[in-house]
Each structure stands twice: as C-alpha cells, then as structure tokens.
C-alpha cells in the first residue's frame, strides 16, 4: 500500500461512524501504528509458552506488533466494535448462562458462536466500509483483518478508544462490556487518532477468581495452555488430563471470565441476525448432540464458525463434557452412548472416550 490521501476532518469521521453503524458496528475508532510499548509484553508472553500449539502467533514475531511491516504502507488502523449478544438474549442473560453451567448434561457453547460465523459477517461488513469509504476520497490501499493472529486487536483496540484491555485480557468498554468482536481495517490514509480508552477494572479481580482453570496467571496474563477456550477450540491435540474435569460441560469455547465481569451488565445486543441462536448451539443435552454422525455435524454446522474445529475435535469435547456428566451421576444411557461410539473412533477421541468411561461413578 501507499500513502495517498488526507483525511479531511471531522465531517468525513462523522459520515464514516453513520456508515458503521449502519452497518452494524457500534463504535469505531482509529489508532495509529506505533505500538513499539506493547512489544516487551508480547515477547514476554511468547517467550513464556503461554501461546502453546498456537504456533502461527509465534511465526508472526514482532510484525504483530508492527502494522506497517505486517501490510505496508499502512499509516493508520481503523478499529470497530460489532456486539454479539444475541438479538433475543434475555435481561437475565447472565443468570441463564450461569444455570446451563451448573447442568451437568447441558451442552454450552460459547454466546458468540451460538449464530452465523462472525469471521463472515464482520469481514463482509468492514469491506463494506471501506468501500463507501472509498466511494467518498477515491481508493485507498487497506486490509480487513477480523479475529486475526497477526493483528494485536485488544492493543490496537484500546489505543483507539474501543475499550481497555481488561484483567482477562478482553476489550472492555463501560458502555459494551466485553461481548463483542473487535476488526481492524489497515489502511493507508492519514486519520487522526482516537482518545484511548481509560481503563477501569479498578481492583475488581471477579475473571482471574472466576476462571475454571486459574488460566489468568496474573492480572492481564493469560496462559492459553490453560484456557478452556483454547483447548476446545484452537488445540488440535488431546485434552490434558489433569484439566478435564475443569472443562465441566463447555463444549465449545467459554465465557465464564465474561459472565462474572460487572461491566457486562452494560452488554448490547447485536442489532443483527446473524448471531441469533441456531438449533442445537444452546439448550440442546451433551447425549443429543452426541448421536449426531459427521453429516449431520457437517449439517447443521454450515455457515457457523464450530465447523472450523471439524468432527474430531468436536467429538473429543463431547466425549471431555460426557466423562464430566458421569462423574456428576449421569446414567447407564451416558455409558451406553460412549461404549457404542468406541470402537469406530479414531485414536484421539477412543482415548477421551476411554477417559469418561472411566469417570463413571
Ligand atoms: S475463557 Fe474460561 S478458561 Fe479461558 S480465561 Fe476465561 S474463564 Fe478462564
Ligand atoms: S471481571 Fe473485573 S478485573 Fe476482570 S475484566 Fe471485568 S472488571 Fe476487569
């Protein structure tokens, strides 16, 4: 990309917030591309392990941290906010989450992938900025990046307003909470910088006690090896033993360091459809998504961002959730339903199967 424009003030900013909200985004900001400040507490996370098999964080380096090197050209970083609560989510969302938690045989999925796959819905809609962007100073050189690896989002997101960086590690925001996306448009157009957001967790520490598996190491450091979202979505291997029975019934990612922030009293709903809930992805027992075969995962996963994980993973989880639900007292139905998946399936998820077997009380 080259520097080619100017941008000329706060009408055209003005014009461009109607643009995002029209497009379902609830807050942009701009942030420029200095964030030589945040390299020392990547390369300390790095080098601490913390990232585990995520080996594409580490192979970015420090370009993560360098806009510029990782698309050049680029002078500022378009940053937006796109809420995901869903549209039908009840008042007492929270307390609704918490009894799903405490249902051993209810299978929990993650609020935001409870819809239409965000990584979708979020490019889609920031190329569409850029295009009505475009439409009004002539073309410009930029990059969408939606729930990037190479992008430093909550950094970039706190240095141009969004939200803080909370003790979680999320972007927070008094108005937001913390359930929304966060994307970025790289861009080679000279914008003024947005206020940063001030932080305001204060001496709240509800995420690091709440956490399962004490995976916030220390306020504002997360061990992924640790982190349930991480082993049951982006880890490919299996689960480690001594964190199964912390995964409880979450079968796919988890939110419990979001449900306990108080800040998420302030949580929006999405203004879109697409992240409305999907059959099967809440409410649904662990038994009943487990007598699905793979066309039916392939089914009724079509669009959704579950399908990333494949049917592997998504039965190792189930198996992880079924051992849980037998260690809680589930019956002869649970055991039945594990054996006769035994001998057909592949080594990873036959030892998570073996596993739960064992859980039986
Ligand atoms: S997502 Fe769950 S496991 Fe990961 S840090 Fe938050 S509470 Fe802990
Ligand atoms: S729970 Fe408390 S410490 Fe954690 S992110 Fe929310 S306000 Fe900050």
């Known amino acids: 990309m080259r520097q080619q424009h100017r941008f000329d003030g706060q009408s055209l900013w003005q014009q461009l917030r109607e643009w995002a909200h029209e497009l379902g985004f609830s807050q942009i900001g701009v942030a420029g591309v200095d964030l030589s400040t945040a ?62 938690l405490a249902d051993p045989q209810q299978a929990v999925v993650s609020l935001y992938a409870r819809g239409r796959d965000y990584h979708k819905v979020l490019r889609s809609r920031l190329q569409r900025l850029a295009e009505r962007l475009a439409a009004e ?23 141009s307003g969004i939200g803080w960086r909370g003790k979680h ?4 925001q008094r108005e937001g909470g913390s359930m929304f996306f966060l994307g970025e448009l790289f861009v080679d157009l000279e914008l003024p910088a947005s206020e940063p957001a001030p932080a305001h967790c204060g001496s ?47 079968i796919y990612g988890c939110d419990d ?15 879109l ?6 059959e099967g992805f ?27 994980i494949g049917w592997q993973r998504w039965r190792r989880n189930l198996a992880v959730a079924l051992g849980n639900a037998l260690a809680a007292g589930a019956g002869a139905e649970v055991v039945r339903a594990l054996r006769e998946a035994r001998d057909t399936a592949d080594p990873l998820v036959a030892e998570h199967i073996a596993w739960a077997l064992a859980q039986a009380q």
């Open 137 to 159: 100073v002539g073309p410009f050189g930029h990059r969408v990046f939606t729930d990037s690896a190479p992008v430093l989002e909550v950094e970039l997101a706190a240095r």
């Open 282 to 308: 809440a409410g649904a027992t662990l038994l009943a998504l487990w007598h699905w075969d793979e066309p039916e995962f392939m089914r009724r996963t079509e669009g959704s961002a579950i399908r990333r």
């Open 257 to 271: 360091c979001q449900t306990v922030c108080p800040w998420n009293k302030y949580a929006q709903r999405s203004t």
């Open 39 to 100: 390299e020392p507490g990547l390369v300390a996370w790095l080098d601490a392990g913390f990232h585990g098999s995520m080996a594409y964080m580490a192979a970015h380096g420090l370009k993560r941290a360098r806009p510029a090197a990782l698309v050049p050209g680029t002078v500022s970083v378009i940053t937006a906010r796109l809420d995901y609560l869903p549209r039908e989510a009840a008042p007492d969302w929270v307390e609704r989450e918490t009894r799903r």
């Open 273 to 278: 459809a697409d992240f409305d809930v999907r």
């Open 204 to 250: 709240c520490t509800a995420c690091i006690t709440a956490c399962p598996t004490q995976a916030i190491v220390a306020p504002y450091r997360l061990d992924a090896r640790r982190c349930i979202s991480y082993l049951t979505i982006e880890h490919h291997g299996a689960i480690p033993v001594e964190l199964r029975p912390l995964v409880g019934n979450r």
């Open 169 to 172: 590690t999320l972007a927070l």
